[in-house]
Structure formats: structure tokens, C-alpha cells
Nanobody
Framework: QVQLVESGGGLVQAGGSLRLSCVASGTIFSINVMGWYRQAPGKQRELVAVITSGGVTNYPDSVKGRFTISRDNAKNAVYLQMNSLKPEDTAVYYC????????????????WGQGTLVTVSS
């Protein structure tokens, strides 16, 4: 069984910065795409950033230039550096990963973390 554990959320003033971390643990052979999503109250979950195992990244326009995703493949970890935070960035942030459990399968399972709350005050 694989788990994703996020950390680093909290309360910050507008214009400030936070860094989120997510570490995968359990039986892991490899991880392909890792990403961050967020869900604000009353809204659908949305993509914040994704990164492939080779380091290719993608961001929506709403966070491009302010957020940076990175990963450490040796640690099965993904990070999200968030700068110039705005009140509209307030949400629960979820880590996501595609995990292959063993060499005997080619299937990647999508795993979600429990979420970490980011609150940006104006």
C-alpha cells in the first residue's frame, strides 16, 4: 500500500510564500507523474502543477510565474514553492502521484494525499 503525506500548509499574508512537501511511502517500484491540485470551498478540484519523472512541468495560467514544482526521485518526493500568494490561492492542496507497485506490473495507480490547508489573508 502506498501513502502520500503532505506538509507545509498554513496561514500566510498576501504576497508571502509557502513551500509544500509531499512524500510517498510504501511499496513503490516507480512513480511517473506527480502533481499538486487544490480545492477551494464550493469549487471543483483544479490542477496547480504537474511534473514528470524526467522533470517536465506544466502549470495553469493562474499560478504560472508564481509557483514552482520540483521533485526528488530518490526520495519519492514532490515540492511546491508558492510565491506572491493571493487570497484566491486559499484552498486545500492535494498531492497526486502515479505509482507502479512492482516490476511485475505495468500498471500505474493514481494515489492522493489527505490534503493540506493553505490560507492566504488579505
Amino acid at each position: 500500500q502506498v501513502q502520500l503525506v503532505e506538509s507545509g500548509g498554513g496561514l500566510v499574508q498576501a504576497g508571502g510564500s509557502l513551500r509544500l512537501s509531499c512524500v510517498a511511502s510504501g511499496t513503490i517500484f516507480s512513480i511517473n507523474v506527480m502533481g499538486w491540485y487544490r480545492q477551494a470551498p464550493g469549487k471543483q478540484r483544479e490542477l496547480v502543477a504537474v511534473i514528470t519523472s524526467g522533470g517536465v512541468t506544466n502549470y495553469p495560467d493562474s499560478v504560472k510565474g508564481r509557483f514552482t514544482i520540483s521533485r526528488d526521485n530518490a526520495k519519492n518526493a514532490v515540492y511546491l514553492q508558492m510565491n506572491s500568494l493571493k487570497p484566491e490561492d486559499t484552498a486545500v492542496y492535494y498531492c497526486n502521484a502515479g505509482v507502479r507497485g512492482s516490476q511485475w506490473t505495468t500498471r500505474y495507480l493514481e494515489i492522493w494525499g489527505q490534503g493540506t490547508l493553505v490560507t492566504v489573508s488579505s
